[in-house]
């Protein structure tokens, strides 16, 4: 007798993109083990930016079937299908895209061969696209795991940098740390509520009162913990500042974007979606963390001297300013998440673009001082560095400003005035130091530095390009983006 | 004789406890691994403890998902320390000290 093995439908749109980017990433492997040469740096650039334009065309496909059949479980319920992951997968896609031109431009300048760069970008975007899409704590698990064992690696991918492989070691300790407290949180809930299904723990917790609810309690704080350290949210953003500094600079955009993008994702669905009915208990917890996050990431930014460790803690900062619309927990909390990443992303990896083309051979000229009169000298890079600085300062003109205003109001319609008033004080102390950089840029250049006009290579260009222009755009115009962010949310599973 | 759940649910948090404890206080990178291998074995056991008490076989099916990524995160962890080594000849990381947090 022959049993029959019953198929599980699944309902492939809804995964296709994981599909594209795990393919492109297996492909490279195969083709740099079967081709008889060395597979040139273009060629993994090349289908790093197909698979990413890809996506985005499934992006487009999956947003009409929302349109039409609205939103879809998949695999037992464990990967969705809404709005919110569909916009979120496109973010990431663009910034996919543009962090492997930043990469590809880094690699030739650096004499670093080989396709294992861009095979391990790949592998960890499916991870971070993954964890926009998971429904089930152990799929956002495997995400996150997918996403950071590809990013331990690419820390460390230039061997000949001794603080490389250093920044990686602690990224990797500090990282499996994080996982294993997420994972043990994970555990308590599964103990708590009899799943781990995030769909299922909102509705065991919807209909059920639990008279002890401390295993939930435990759970819900440990798996905070654990996003709380992949987010950088102080106090568990100690290997922030090493990790970017240590990192070569295409590497700490690539992990300033994607990786954010992804732990919000999930973080997002786990407290809206999942603890949703619980809200009062998360938020005085998640109100500690944005106030030290703010505040904390402003003020240790002020002191610093090196453009990279600068940016880490302004990108603590950020997170912050994003974890308010977590703190929210509402429809418009969540929008303005979605509309601070997408327009933060773009931004920080054409920053850290000018960062790769300003470090020079060896990636290591990141003083503040190596910036002095660079608006003098090349005013066009100068002044896109401008543009982008004063976004993340949160300028009017910029994407920043409505991000910050989005959040902020978002926290206010939650009741959340003191918390608002908080983070807008941070961002006075960060207008410090973005101001300060913007001033040395324009200052008049001393003598040495006048012949150090550096290359700007085509790729980084356009990235550069591409990410002045979608942060002056959506600036003057947010109205579009705005408007998909509260649709998007609108299809958010309930 | 029959042993209570909750022996092993706190078993477990005292192994979790033990490597977290490891972790935070070790200074060697070898040690301070071994120590989150033991965390994620203590939430194999908090799975599976859950997962008989609710006659439930999600949780046992997770403690699969969770030995492949821990197997996973030793080939890559392994790997990083072997390089620091080369460098370094020592695995402690009070002498990582091109970085300074």
């Not at chain 1, 001033?439 to 390009?465: C, H, K």
Request: aromatic share 10%; with cysteine; hydrophobic share 55%.
């Amino acid at each position: 007798m022959i049993a029959t093995l019953a198929m599980p439908s699944i309902h492939y749109l809804v995964i296709v993109p994981v599909l594209i980017f795990f393919g492109a990433s297996l492909f490279l492997l195969i083709a740099s083990a079967m081709w008889r040469r060395a597979v040139p740096t273009s060629f993994t650039t090349v289908v790093t930016v197909l698979a990413a334009a890809a996506t985005l065309v499934v992006t487009y496909f999956q947003w009409r079937d929302l349109d039409h059949h609205g939103v879809t479980t998949t695999v037992a319920h464990a990967v969705v299908l809404d709005g919110f992951s569909v916009v979120a997968t496109a973010i990431i896609a663009v910034a996919v895209a543009l962090a492997a031109l930043v990469a590809h431009d880094w690699a030739r300048r650096e004499g670093v061969r080989g396709p294992e760069y861009q095979i391990l970008a790949l592998a960890s975007t499916a991870g971070a696209i993954l964890m926009t899409q998971a429904n089930d704590l152990i799929v956002i698990f495997l995400g996150l795991e997918i996403l950071s064992l590809g990013l331990y690696v690419l820390v460390a991918i230039d061997r000949r940098k001794v603080e490389s492989a250093e920044a990686s070691l602690k990224y990797f300790i500090l990282g499996g740390f994080a996982s294993a407290i997420f994972i043990y949180g994970a555990a308590l809930l599964y103990g708590a509520t009899g799943s781990t299904n995030i769909s299922t723990i909102s509705y065991f917790l919807g209909s059920n009162v639990l008279l002890r609810p401390g295993l939930l309690v435990a759970g819900g704080a440990l798996v905070l913990v654990g996003f709380a350290f992949k987010i950088a949210a102080v106090p568990f953003h100690m290997w922030s500042p090493d990790v970017y500094e240590g990192a070569p600079t295409p590497v700490t955009g690539f992990m300033a974007s994607i990786v954010k993008v992804g732990a919000f994702a999930a973080l997002m669905r786990v407290v809206i979606s999942g603890l949703g009915t619980q809200l009062a208990t998360w938020r005085p917890i998640l109100w500690g963390l944005v106030v030290l996050t703010t505040v904390v990431g402003a003020t240790l930014a002020v002191p610093q001297r090196n453009a990279k460790r600068l940016l880490a803690y302004s990108s603590i900062n950020h997170a912050g300013f994003i974890l308010i619309g977590v703190w929210a927990g509402t429809a418009r909390g969540a929008a303005a998440t979605l509309f601070y990443l997408a327009t933060y992303a773009p931004t920080v990896v054409a920053t850290f673009a000018i960062l790769t083309v300003m470090g020079g051979l060896g990636d290591e000229r990141h003083s503040l001082e190596s910036y002095r009169g660079l608006a003098r000298r090349q005013p066009w890079l100068g002044a896109s560095l401008a543009v982008l600085l004063l976004s993340q300062l949160g300028a009017p003109l910029t994407t920043g400003f409505y991000a910050k205003y989005a959040v902020l109001a978002a926290a206010i319609d939650a009741n959340g005035v003191a918390l608002a008033l908080i983070a807008l004080l941070s961002a006075a102390i960060a207008a410090s130091f973005y101001l300060r950089w913007t001033v040395v840029l324009y200052a008049e250049s001393d003598d040495e530095f006048e012949a150090t006009r550096v290359v700007v290579p085509r790729a980084s260009a356009v990235v550069i390009g591409v990410g002045v222009v979608l942060t002056l755009l959506f600036g003057v115009w947010p109205g579009p983006l705005a408007t998909l962010a509260q649709h998007a949310t609108l299809y958010f599973i309930p | 004789m029959s042993v209570p759940a909750s022996w092993y649910l706190v078993l477990a948090a005292v192994l979790f406890g033990i490597g977290a404890f490891g972790v935070l206080t070790r200074r060697s990178a070898l040690i301070m691994f071994m120590c989150i291998e033991l965390m994620l074995n203590a939430v194999n056991l908090t799975f599976v403890t859950f997962a008989r008490t609710m006659s439930d076989i999600g949780g046992q099916t997770t403690v699969f998902f969770i030995m492949v990524v821990a197997a996973a995160e030793v080939t890559v962890g392994l790997g990083i320390v072997v390089a620091v080594f080369r460098r370094r000849a020592s695995t402690s990381v009070d002498e990582l000290s091109e970085l300074q947090g």
